[in-house]
């Protein structure tokens, strides 16, 4: 299913206008489906409604694990009368992803008016907003918009007259990789130590102080607007079937235009490469591609014939669609030092809780090192791939995984490649 | 009665609780470094993963689906899962490495990445011997790594605090001393720093680790990491024999065990009792084994020309029956104590008021606001409840120091007297004054006779803590007139087991020339025309529990096998009203 592109109108980073301003949002239809939810929702847009809009739009979480943002929102128990919060996700520390920051900076009250809406069908009293601390600017910018926002009545006590409260807060990471995953945000939110916590119990029975919470991705709750007003069908519509909307792609790598273009999802990766970005700079030839995020498996340029950016799609050819910030690789990139390169990300950001990841990523590293530096043995890739089978599934979250599937993959798909760099170790005895 | 299978065997239980420490409790292995019974479980060390597996249920038919054979259906998780961190359901099927090559293969994987980067300098470390990190490796660690780099280095000899020394390249990151810090002792003081390979416990930049009960971190440290100051390099652990005890230097009786090598205390550690410590113990309630070791007295000394010099057991049986028959019994002051054990202010008090003398009294001990709720009491002395059911008169400082001017011969059972300021050497002066002690202090210099008696390591002998728990101690240390080989009560350690004549690491100049007062008095009785004979500790608390009401059915077979029994004193009465 060819997708026309080419008159797509974006609407998550719209057209014209600086969107920061919110009189300029407003001018462009914007908080009119938070107007439209907090008007008719005795009526038609109770709390299980909207719950319940979403979940048929089909909306999938943006922040890489694409799990269904609807069915997340209803896993929130019966209101007990205590505080209650959503954590909007816009760490984005992933290498190759960069898209949450075009919201902040393009389209920061998309955003907002999400989480508003999302806030009040799980009945939140809080959104605690997490970016990333390197993000200086983008956080002036929301906190920008939030004042704004709180001004002109769509965030604090009593809003548009509804009798509901709901307060945000943007909150400024520290620099960690690993307060992007969901539970060692709580704990940094909570102001301790970045570490993830064992589930069950999950968020939504004890998350921020213990309390209910929901975690979702700052594009996952831009989205929700959209869906409000277009409705849930018209959404569903839109790109591939099983994981339908718009999405931000981060194209990064050696293309001649690399940036975040907005696109429904389905696309196929060979547009988004050469008709979208640029083609590969140079003119020289694709040699690999990284579909969503440094962890997700790496794909040989003849993997990706025929896929497009869709989590079923990429699931067929041997990946996943991650955050779906694309790293394109030319023919002259050396896959050993990619690799390193990545291990050595894993290997400053595991944070030490759990024993395989803490010993595994450093170990990774120092063998990837030792291969890069031509003093590596054939036996060093069987044991590269040894770790990652110690590693994987075994800690307490998915960083382990994270750090060992790239290792994996990027093995497994370019042997040759690493065993030319790479000694003998064992010997033809004649 | 729900049941959970573990490796093919059933069992049932009527708890909910988490895995490990069911198959812990039932007899099984399973190996383990983060998790603590007392503590949170973080599930960090991933080394106690297991496979398992519940029975699938059936909506449909309401109920669980079954195979031909009429068995249950059971679905494990994809994944290996921490036993820790895993509650029981009914049903459910736990494989470990008994019964899972999975299980064994991921245990070994875990123990090959925890030593990547801990250093292998175990003949050098002072946990080894009691290291849980050794021991599983060599039951169920991998043969030899793989690893061929350089290990991590990371900062050694840290003096975290007055009492507790960190390396960190040993650390393996379990946490439990931070959450040692954060749940259990509540200052916060420890955290995990920097992070991923590199991290390892410290506290806030500038920081003293000060805590009260710092020590108990290098208890449940699983490794080398923490270590106490006064101990380290002092010992290996199957150099010294363990004796259980009680801790003699606040009223709280948390219980302990003493860790002796060649007659001498080496330290102090908690002793595991849900009742009164759980598993942990103060930081200064380990400097005891100071009192056991330090300044004690040896032989009976007698004061000549101002000066105490060492004299022989006759001469003070001797001169302690001429005090007494040269003294109207009236004017005898008997002090007992509530530093000595039940025993021995029984035995003193049944000898001197068989003489004729008064009635035993004591002088307690409080220091107001010494105490923290936790372990630490305002009550400085192990038995002050137990002289008080024993029937002694509690005297305040003031009416202390009115009977002691009354009397004209002053019998004194352990207490410090100059030393707590109860008297000065002037109220002393021209009485005559004899001190029971253990150790030479400033009251033992003003004494005419001085007898040394045995101290809590070298006797068995019972303590009433403050909330009426009578617990004993058992004999750690030999005296010159006692040994390993015949009291069968001590124990013995690998190398007084396997030791032969010729090692020089046990020698005789630790043994302390003393008695027992109830052995000592035993031996003075026919002397005074008195009967009394006790050879043990076990016998006179026979005779207490035979002759006063509070210690009633109280014996040491019941104390050991239910880690002390309440007494029935009036508070206690009221608790359990």
């Known amino acids: 299913m060819a997708i026309d592109f080419q008159n797509y109108k974006t609407l998550i980073i719209p057209q014209g206008g600086n969107l920061r301003d919110i009189k300029a ?115 002036r910018f929301m906190e920008q918009a939030v004042a704004d926002a709180y001004k002109a009545g769509y965030l604090g006590k009593n809003i548009l007259g509804s009798g509901i409260n709901i307060d945000m807060y943007v909150h400024s990471g520290a620099g960690a990789y690993i307060c992007g995953e969901e539970s060692s945000l709580m704990e940094s939110l909570e102001g301790k130590r970045g570490y993830p916590r064992v589930k069950p119990p999950f968020p939504a029975q004890r998350g921020l102080w213990g309390r209910p919470t929901t975690i979702n991705n700052i594009e996952s709750l831009a989205n929700v607007p959209l869906i409000l007003n277009m409705g849930a069908a018209k959404y569903a519509e839109m790109g591939a079937k099983t994981h339908p909307g718009p999405v931000l792609y981060g194209i990064s790598g050696h293309v001649n235009r690399p940036g975040v273009y907005e696109f429904p999802t389905g696309m196929l990766i060979t547009d988004l490469i050469y008709n979208v970005a640029g083609g590969i700079r140079n003119g020289k030839k694709l040699k690999a591609l990284v579909p969503g995020g440094s962890s997700t498996p790496i794909l040989r340029a003849d993997q990706i014939e025929g896929v497009s950016m869709d989590a079923d799609s990429l699931r067929t050819a041997g990946s996943m669609m991650g955050t779906a910030g694309m790293s394109i690789l030319d023919e002259d990139t050396d896959m050993v030092d990619f690799l390193y390169r990545i291990s050595h990300f894993y290997h400053h950001e595991s944070c030490g809780q759990c024993t395989p990841c803490r010993e595994g990523t450093g170990w990774l590293e120092k063998i990837l090192k030792k291969i890069k530096n031509g003093d590596g043995e054939m036996r060093d890739l069987d044991l590269l791939l040894d770790l990652t089978t110690q590693m994987e599934g075994r800690t307490v979250c998915a960083l382990a995984d994270a750090a060992a599937w790239p290792v994996r993959h990027t093995i497994t798909r370019f042997r040759d490649e690493f065993e030319a760099r790479c000694r003998k170790s064992v010997f033809a005895i004649a | 009665m729900p049941e959970i299978i573990i490796d093919d065997k059933k069992f049932t239980y009527d708890t909910p609780g988490k895995v490990l420490p069911f198959i812990l409790d039932h007899g099984m292995d399973l190996p383990f470094f983060c998790y603590h019974p007392s503590l949170s479980i973080p599930a960090n060390c991933r080394q106690c993963l297991v496979e398992i597996g519940t029975p699938v249920f059936d909506r449909a038919t309401n109920s669980f689906k079954t195979d031909e054979n009429g068995e249950k259906v059971i679905q494990f998780f994809p994944k290996l899962m921490t036993a820790c961190s895993q509650d029981m359901s009914d049903g459910m099927v736990v494989k470990t490495h008994v019964s899972s090559e999975k299980v064994r293969r991921a245990q070994k994987d875990t123990l090959e990445f925890i030593l990547v980067n801990h250093p292998l300098d175990c003949p050098i470390c002072d946990q080894a011997g009691e290291c849980p990190l050794q021991i ?76 009260a009960y710092s020590l108990n971190t290098v208890d449940i440290c699983p490794v080398g990491a923490l270590t106490q100051a006064d101990f380290r ?71 000549l020309d101002k000066e105490l010099v060492k004299t022989s057991w006759n001469n003070a049986k001797e001169t302690i029956a001429e005090i007494i028959e040269a003294h109207d019994t009236k004017e005898v002051l008997v002090l007992g104590s509530g530093y000595a054990s039940v025993e021995e202010n029984f035995v003193f008090n049944q000898f001197f008021t068989a003489l004729g003398c008064g009635k035993a009294s004591f002088v307690p001990h409080v220091v107001e606001g010494a105490g923290d709720g936790f372990l630490l009491t305002d009550d400085q002395a192990p038995n002050t409840k137990g002289c008080e059911l024993l029937g002694f008169r509690a005297h305040t400082n003031r009416t202390f120091k009115n009977a002691l001017a009354k009397a004209t011969v002053v019998v004194v059972l352990a207490e410090d007297i100059v030393g707590r300021e109860l008297a000065n050497a002037e109220d002393l002066a021209g009485k005559t004054f004899v001190y029971f002690g253990t150790n030479n202090n400033t009251t033992s210099k003003d004494a005419q006779l001085v007898v040394p008696i045995t101290c809590a390591a070298e006797h068995a002998a019972s303590y009433v803590n403050v909330d009426g728990r009578i617990q004993r101690t058992f004999a750690a240390k ?100």
Request: hydrophobic share 30%; aromatic share 12%.
């Open chain 1, 25 to 139: 949002y407003e001018k462009q239809g914007g908080y009119k489906a938070l107007k439209t939810v907090f008007d008719a929702r005795e009526s038609a847009w109770t709390r299980e409604n909207v719950i319940n809009e979403v979940k048929t739009a089909g909306l999938r979480g943006r922040g890489g694990a694409g799990f269904n943002t609807g069915l997340k929102w209803s896993f929130m128990p019966k209101p007990d009368g205590g505080k209650r919060y959503l954590a909007a996700n816009g760490d984005e520390s992933e290498p190759g992803t960069f898209k949450d920051r075009v919201i902040f900076e393009f389209n920061p009250h998309l955003f907002i008016e999400g989480a508003i809406i999302g806030a009040y069908s799980i009945q939140a009293d809080a959104v605690y907003v997490y970016i990333r601390g390197e993000y200086r600017s983008w956080i």
């Open chain 2, 136 to 211: 599983q490796t060599y039951k169920y660690g991998p043969e030899g790594s793989r690893f061929e780099y350089k290990k991590v280095h990371k900062p050694k000899r840290i003096q975290l605090g007055p009492r507790v020394v960190l390396d960190a390249e040993r650390c393996i990151n379990c946490t439990r001393c931070v959450r040692f810090t954060h749940e259990i002792s509540k200052t916060y003081q420890l955290s995990i720093v920097s992070r991923g390979d590199k991290n390892y416990p410290s506290t806030a930049n500038g920081k003293e680790f000060d805590d």
């Open chain 2, 233 to 303: 390099f002092k010992a290996r652990v199957w150099e010294m024999n363990q004796t259980p005890s009680i801790d003699i230097t606040n009223g709280k009786g948390t219980n302990v065990d003493l860790w002796v090598r060649d007659n001498l205390v080496l330290r102090l550690t908690p002793r595991h009792n849900p009742h009164v410590n759980d598993y942990w113990m103060p930081d200064s309630s380990r400097e005891a084994y100071r009192l056991f070791n330090e300044n004690r007295i040896s032989r009976p000394e007698i004061k």
């Open chain 2, 478 to 577: 030999e005296t010159v007139y006692t040994s390993r080989a015949t009291n069968l009560e001590m124990s013995t350690g690998r190398l007084d087991r396997f030791g032969t004549k010729f090692d020089n690491w046990r020698t005789d100049k630790n043994k302390v020339d003393c008695l027992p007062v109830w052995e000592f008095l035993s031996e003075l009785a026919p002397r005074l025309n008195q009967t009394l004979s006790y050879e043990t500790g076990k016998e006179v608390l026979t005779a207490v529990s035979s002759s006063v009401d509070a210690f009633a059915g109280v014996d040491y077979d019941k104390m050991d096998t239910e880690m002390g029994v309440v007494l029935s004193t009036p508070e206690t009465e009221e608790k359990t009203a």
